[in-house]
């Protein structure tokens, strides 16, 4: 899934004193070490204090060298690799990931827009793998994939037992080639297979519309790294349509990069206004985010956001800032609930952390994490039929709902 990111990237290769510790090379024993010495990646030695023991861990290490068969088929390294994943793992955080090399390569090429795959965010909910969206005019998003969908299997490989990344290694592949997915829709007893077609996924960001009506539609795709200045670029073609009815569709927009959130919000609010509040436990205060003052419109802007079960993240934080303010009418269903930020952390030059390190609240103190954000209008679209796109659905009651809504303005 397109986490919701902070866009600073930490460096260095000490993160944790238990992380230095599986990252190094043992070079001295004891039964209850409290100053080891460890050589981390980068080769210079370390000293660490810890009350931990860490023999089990050795003992498992120098039990595999020894007696697994194919253990000289396994490097040090991946051995080291695989320690990492299960130090993080043990955060029972399904958003704070280690990724090796090849894992890596996947992760920025993904943030970067354009990979090789069917296209669509995935996350792990209620400990199942689940569709959050499939993006707009991709293989899933034409195979009938929708936000919810649950993934059995990947192939003949069942679901339940991998990570995030794992997943979508498997479900990413060279363009021509078939995934088969076996899928649970919502509300459905009966899971089917469903084969897609890889292909060279360019992840979209928005799409502009003047309706005949008058009104303005942004169907924002993702908040990507290019967003910022094509969501800029739109505004000017509202500014030039000469009307004061404007439609954000969030609907499907599984997130992105927190300054992105903070520069979309801030064309809609006075400088100074908190748009997100970034808790971070006990480690350190609060971080507030607040507004950069574009507020390039009036209180007499006609504005609704759409959002859905496949709005997450950084779509989650300008819909929740929109609707406490009183800004935007939100239209549609009950969004994601993705409150927690990631930070990526740089490891070694081919392998990062993300872990997370904070939960985000909206203006008014709302905690989304699982409950995600209830509209002012709750509107929940037909179900599409076996087989057919989600555009095939017998129309788009939440579009009908906001065209009505703008056309008669409550307020």
């Known amino acids: 899934m397109r986490e919701f990111l902070k866009t600073r990237y930490a460096s260095g290769v000490i993160l944790l004193t238990a992380l230095v510790f599986v990252l190094g090379i043992y070079v001295g024993y004891n039964q209850r070490p409290e100053i080891e010495k460890v050589f981390n990646l980068s080769g210079k030695e370390t000293t660490v204090i ?11 290490w120098n039990t595999i060298n020894e007696k697994y068969p194919d253990a000289n088929e396994i490097t040090d390294q991946n ?8 130090l993080v793992d043990s955060l029972n955080d399904p958003y704070s990931v280690f990724f090796s090399p090849d894992e890596t390569k996947l992760f920025e090429d993904e943030i970067a827009g354009s990979f090789g795959g069917i296209g669509m965010e995935v996350d792990i909910k209620d400990k199942v793998l689940t569709v959050v969206a499939p993006l707009k005019n991709t293989p899933a998003y034409r195979a ?35 995934v088969t997915l076996t899928i649970l829709h919502d509300g459905e007893k009966e899971s089917r297979e469903i084969k897609i077609i ?29 967003s910022n200045s ?16 404007f439609l954000l569709d969030l609907r499907g927009n599984p997130g992105g990069y927190l300054d992105i959130a903070v520069d979309i919000s801030s064309w809609f609010l006075p400088g100074g206004k908190i748009i997100v509040t970034e808790d971070y436990g006990n480690n350190k205060e609060p971080e507030i985010f607040r507004s950069k003052d574009y507020n390039l419109f009036n209180d007499k802007l006609k504005f609704i956001i759409l959002i859905d079960g496949g ?19 939100i ?37 989304i994490t699982e409950k995600g ?15 057919a796109l989600p555009s095939d659905a017998g129309g788009d009651p939440q579009m009908d709902k906001a065209v009505e809504l703008l056309n008669n303005w409550p307020r």
């Open 373 to 387: 954000l209830t509209p002012d209008y709750i509107v929940e679209n037909k179900k599409p039929a076996r087989n």
């Open 144 to 178: 009938g994939i929708k936000p919810g969908d649950k993934i059995l299997k990947i192939d003949k490989i069942t679901t339940p037992d991998l990570r995030i990344e794992e997943a979508l290694k498997l479900i990413r592949g060279e363009k021509g080639t078939i």
């Open 79 to 86: 051995k080291v690799y695989g320690a990492i994943s299960g």
């Open 50 to 60: 810890t009350q931990t023991d860490f023999s089990p861990f050795w003992k498992v």
């Open 331 to 367: 239209v549609g269903g009950k969004s994601y609930g993705k409150g927690s930020v990631q930070e990526v952390v740089n490891v070694t030059p081919d392998t990062i952390l993300k872990i997370t390190v904070a939960k985000w609240f909206t203006p008014n103190g709302n905690l």
């Open 198 to 226: 890889r292909d060279i996924i360019n992840v979209p960001t928005l799409d502009t519309e003047l309706r005949p009506d008058g009104i303005f539609v942004i169907k924002f795709y993702s908040f990507s790294a290019s």
């Open 311 to 329: 709005s997450a993240s950084a779509s989650e934080i300008v819909a929740g800032a929109m609707q406490d303010y009183k800004r935007a009418i």
């Open 230 to 245: 094509l969501f800029r670029d739109a505004l000017k073609k509202f500014a030039l349509a000469k009307t004061d009815k």
